[in-house]
């Protein structure tokens, strides 16, 4: 079955430095690759999406990158800031259709440092 | 407009016990899903309704746990009777029958403590 590796370990990061996380996965590459945003006791919140097709997108100072040879996406954030303290996850979503579950990886939490 | 609700926020319940969580979607999204994320680990996939219909349930761990879905709005699922290892935050989601991009629409989840 899939899995889906995320760093584990906390990352922190200096206020205005650029942070990057890493998703790696195992065998077949999904149709989508989507980030989510979680705050403790909150639910996930949806950030970006990028296609089997695409090798990049931003969103503000958002940035993900999609490798499907190295199979693995990498999620920048670029001058960051204290609120962007939070735990990332990753999900693959394989399936080209619209209402399909996802795949989650355990998430990379980071703090960013004022 | 109003997110994805759930209720309970927490429950505890002892070993055997039955617990019921319920799920409000966004209105109009079809698409309803409910994923747990036990201590440790990973969110993971439970089951998929599309409208009152199962589209997917491969995830679901055990014939002690039933989703329902009547009338395709509100969800409930029901853990009966509850194990120890039941324990964990249960997240529902919603989204839409059309969408470019699939995104899921996360409630706050209700964390199950199972003694």
């Known amino acids: 079955s899939q899995k889906i590796e995320q760093n584990s370990e906390a990352l922190n990061i200096q206020e205005g430095k650029t942070a990057t996380l890493t998703c790696n996965y195992t065998?077949?590459?999904?149709?989508?690759l989507q980030w989510y945003r979680q705050d403790p006791g909150r639910g996930p919140v949806f950030l970006l999406l990028i296609r089997e097709n695409e090798k990049e997108k931003r969103k503000e100072r958002l940035k993900v990158t999609f490798d499907t040879t190295l199979k693995q996406s990498l999620f920048h954030i670029t001058a960051s800031q204290p609120a962007d303290s939070a735990t990332y996850l990753c999900a693959l979503d394989m399936i080209k259709a619209a209402g399909n579950k996802l795949t989650f990886g355990g998430g990379t939490r980071v703090l960013v440092k004022p | 407009e109003a997110g994805v609700t759930q209720f309970p926020s927490h429950s505890v319940i002892e070993k055997g016990q039955t617990v019921t969580l319920r799920c409000d979607p966004i209105s109009g999204h079809d698409n309803l899903y409910w994923y747990r994320r036990v201590m440790g680990k990973e969110i993971k996939f439970l089951l998929h309704f599309v409208k009152e219909s199962k589209q997917d349930e491969s995830g679901m761990p055990n014939n002690r746990f039933l989703a329902e879905r009547t009338g395709g709005t509100y969800s409930t699922l029901k853990v009966q009777p509850a194990e120890l290892e039941d324990s964990g935050v249960y997240f529902c989601?919603?989204?839409?029958?059309?969408?470019?991009?699939?995104?899921?629409?996360f409630g706050p989840g209700t964390r199950l403590t199972v003694l």
């Open positions: 989601a919603s989204s839409q029958v059309w969408t470019s991009n699939n995104e899921q629409f």
């Open positions: 065998n077949y590459s999904p149709a989508y």
